[in-house]
C-alpha cells in the first residue's frame, strides 16, 4: 500500500454572517498511487468542495489533506507550488474551461509555461507530443474553442492536465457535458492515459456507469459525509446503504445501454 493522496477527519465549514453550513463532515480517504477513486453523490453532498481541499484550493476548517507524505496545510508557498506541478486537473464543461481566445496550442503550452523552463522548438514539440496522446492532429493546433467539437475540446483539457506530467489527476464530471458516444470515446482515452502514465485518478461523476468502468473504489457522499466507501465493483452492485441503492437505481438505464455499447466498440473517430 502506497498512498498518493489522503484526508483525515476533514471539516469544512462555510460560515457568513447569518449563516453556516458543513459542506464537508469528517470526511478521511485514501487514494493508494495507481489507482482510480469515483466520488458519487447527489448535487450539494461535498464532493467539488472535497476535490478543492485536495488541490489546496480550499482551506479546510478541521482536519488534513496528505500529499505523498506531506501536509498540504503546513507547506510553503513554494512546496504548494511543487505540489501542484503533480497534480492535474480536469474540468466539467470543457468548452468553458478554456480560455475563449486562446489556440489550442496556447492552451496546452501555458501550464508548460507556467511550470517548467521548456520554451521555443521545445515546448512546441511537448505540446504535439500531448496532442497526439489525446488523438488530436496538427491541424487542431492552430484552433480557437469554438472551432472545435466539444469532444474535442475536452481532450484539449485532457492534454493541458497532462501535458506537465502530473502523478495524480482529478476529474470533476469529465463527461457529463458530451452526448454518450462522445463520453464512451474519452472514457476509453481516459483508460489508455492512466495506464500508460501509471496515473492516480479522483473522479467526481453523478454517472454510475463512469464510476463503474473506471474506478477501482468508490467513496458515496451525502450531505458532506462518506455514508459508504469500498471497491467500485462491490458497493454499485451490492450497495449497503439505502442512500447508494437508490443513487444506483436512479441511474437512466438507457443511457447506460447505448454508453456500455459504445465504449465496448471502441470506436477510434475523434469527435
Ligand atoms: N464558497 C462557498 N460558500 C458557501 N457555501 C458553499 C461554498 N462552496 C460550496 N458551498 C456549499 O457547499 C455544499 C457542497 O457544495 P459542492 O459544490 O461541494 O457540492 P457537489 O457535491 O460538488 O454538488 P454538484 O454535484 O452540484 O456539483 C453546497 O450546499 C454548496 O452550496
Ligand atoms: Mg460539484
Request: glycine share 8%; with cysteine; charged share 25%.
Given at each position: 500500500?502506497?498512498?498518493?493522496v489522503?484526508?483525515?477527519?476533514?471539516?469544512?465549514?462555510?460560515?457568513?454572517?447569518?449563516?453556516?453550513?458543513?459542506?464537508?463532515?469528517?470526511?478521511?480517504?485514501?487514494?493508494?498511487?495507481?489507482?482510480?477513486?469515483?466520488?458519487?453523490?447527489?448535487?450539494?453532498?461535498g464532493?467539488?468542495?472535497?476535490?478543492?481541499?485536495?488541490?489546496?484550493?480550499?482551506?479546510?476548517?478541521?482536519?488534513?489533506?496528505?500529499?505523498?507524505?506531506?501536509?498540504?496545510?503546513?507547506?510553503?508557498?513554494?512546496?504548494?507550488?511543487?505540489?501542484?506541478?503533480?497534480?492535474?486537473?480536469?474540468?466539467?464543461?470543457?468548452?468553458?474551461?478554456?480560455?475563449?481566445?486562446?489556440?489550442?496550442?496556447?492552451?496546452?503550452?501555458?501550464?508548460?509555461?507556467?511550470?517548467?523552463?521548456?520554451?521555443?522548438?521545445?515546448?512546441?514539440?511537448?505540446?504535439?507530443?500531448?496532442?497526439?496522446?489525446?488523438?488530436?492532429?496538427?491541424?487542431?493546433?492552430?484552433?480557437?474553442?469554438?472551432?472545435?467539437?466539444?469532444?474535442?475540446?475536452?481532450?484539449?483539457g485532457?492534454?493541458?492536465?497532462?501535458?506537465?506530467?502530473?502523478?495524480?489527476?482529478?476529474?470533476?464530471?469529465?463527461?457529463?457535458?458530451?452526448?454518450?458516444?462522445v463520453?464512451?470515446?474519452?472514457?476509453?482515452?481516459?483508460?489508455?492515459?492512466?495506464?500508460?502514465?501509471?496515473?492516480?485518478?479522483?473522479?467526481?461523476?453523478?454517472?454510475?456507469?463512469?464510476?463503474?468502468?473506471?474506478?477501482?473504489?468508490?467513496?458515496?457522499?451525502?450531505?458532506?459525509?462518506?455514508?459508504?466507501?469500498?471497491?467500485?465493483?462491490?458497493?454499485?452492485?451490492?450497495?449497503?446503504?439505502?442512500y447508494?441503492?437508490?443513487?444506483?437505481?436512479?441511474?437512466?438505464?438507457?443511457?447506460?445501454?447505448?454508453?456500455?455499447?459504445?465504449?465496448?466498440?471502441?470506436?477510434?473517430?475523434?469527435?
Amino acid at each position: 500500500m502506497n498512498p498518493l493522496v489522503s484526508t483525515d477527519d476533514l471539516v469544512c465549514r462555510f460560515t457568513s454572517r447569518r449563516s453556516s453550513f458543513l459542506a464537508l463532515d469528517h470526511v478521511s480517504m485514501t487514494v493508494e498511487q495507481g489507482t482510480s477513486l469515483g466520488v458519487v453523490g447527489e448535487s450539494g453532498a461535498g464532493k467539488t468542495t472535497l476535490i478543492r481541499c485536495l488541490l489546496g484550493l480550499q482551506q479546510p476548517t478541521e482536519g488534513t489533506v496528505t500529499f505523498d507524505g506531506s501536509d498540504i496545510g503546513t507547506m510553503s508557498a513554494k512546496q504548494r507550488r511543487a505540489m501542484r506541478r503533480r497534480v492535474g486537473m480536469v474540468f466539467q464543461n470543457p468548452v468553458m474551461a478554456l480560455n475563449p481566445r486562446m489556440t489550442v496550442e496556447e492552451s496546452v503550452a501555458e501550464p508548460l509555461r507556467l511550470h517548467t523552463k521548456l520554451r521555443g522548438v521545445d515546448l512546441r514539440r511537448r505540446v504535439g507530443t500531448a496532442l497526439e496522446s489525446v488523438g488530436l492532429a496538427e491541424a487542431h493546433r492552430s484552433r480557437l474553442p469554438h472551432q472545435i467539437s466539444g469532444g474535442q475540446c475536452q481532450r484539449v483539457g485532457i492534454a493541458r492536465a497532462l501535458v506537465t506530467d502530473p502523478e495524480l489527476v482529478i476529474l470533476d464530471e469529465p463527461t457529463s457535458a458530451l452526448d454518450v458516444s462522445v463520453q464512451a470515446q474519452i472514457l476509453n482515452l481516459l483508460t489508455d492515459l492512466k495506464a500508460e502514465h501509471d496515473l492516480t485518478f479522483v473522479m467526481v461523476s453523478h454517472s454510475i456507469d463512469v464510476v463503474r468502468y473506471l474506478s477501482d473504489r468508490v467513496v458515496v457522499m451525502l450531505q458532506g459525509r462518506v455514508v459508504e466507501e469500498g471497491l467500485a465493483g462491490e458497493v454499485l452492485t451490492e450497495p449497503r446503504h439505502e442512500y447508494t441503492r437508490n443513487l444506483v437505481a436512479a441511474s437512466p438505464t438507457v443511457e447506460s445501454d447505448s454508453l456500455r455499447i459504445a465504449l465496448s466498440s471502441r470506436e477510434e473517430v475523434v469527435s
